[in-house]
Structures are given as C-alpha cells and as structure tokens.
C-alpha cells in the first residue's frame, strides 16, 4: 500500500480542525482555491529551501526542507480528497503505466 488509511484519515483529521478555525476567523471554509493557494505558497517556501540547500538562495523561512516537503505532500493528498479522487489508485495506475512504458519489472 501507498499510503496507509491510517495517514489519509489523520490529514483529514487535521484538516477538519483547520476547517474549525476558518470557519471561527473567517465565517467560512477556504474553498478549493483557496487551498490550491495555500499549496502554491508551501511549494514556493519549498523551492527556497531547496535552493537554500544548493547554496544559491539563504534561509529566510521558519520551516524546515523535511517539513515542507511532508506539508506539500499533505496538501496533495487534503486536495485529493476534497475533489474525490482516490489518490492511492490513481497512484498505482500511474507507476504501473510508467514502469510499462519505461520496461521496469519489480
């Protein structure tokens, strides 16, 4: 398995609080954009610490490389759920048409 339910149902869970204290600071839920922006910025902190890392940019985010890269990760899989795409299938499909195409056998 790609991804366990056990990961899948706690970003939900997190999620669903996150949710909580938009609705609490704002009147309501980001929308599906809204969180698409949300990603963009956690891939552009990503991108800094990456250059960071190759020495051509400097560290000016609170975040670590690993914990940008869990979050991004994250944001993939809350953006899934919200279209309803089963991102574990969808997964599976894709290396299974890469590895065909590509003629790795595991």
Request: net charge negative; aromatic share 8%; proline share 1%.
């Amino acid at each position: 398995m790609l991804l366990s339910d056990q990961l899948l149902q706690r970003s939900q869970a997190i999620r669903q609080v996150y949710h909580g204290l938009e609705v609490k600071h704002h009147g309501k839920e980001w929308s599906l954009e809204e969180d698409l922006l949300a990603l963009s910025n956690d891939i552009g902190n990503l991108n800094r610490l990456v250059m960071t890392k190759q020495g051509r940019y400097y560290d000016e985010t609170p975040y670590t490389l690993e914990q940008k890269l869990a979050e991004n990760i994250w944001w993939l899989l809350e953006i899934s759920q919200r279209l309803d795409v089963d991102i574990q299938a969808e997964m599976e499909t894709f290396l299974s048409q890469k590895e065909s195409q590509l003629k790795i056998e595991i």
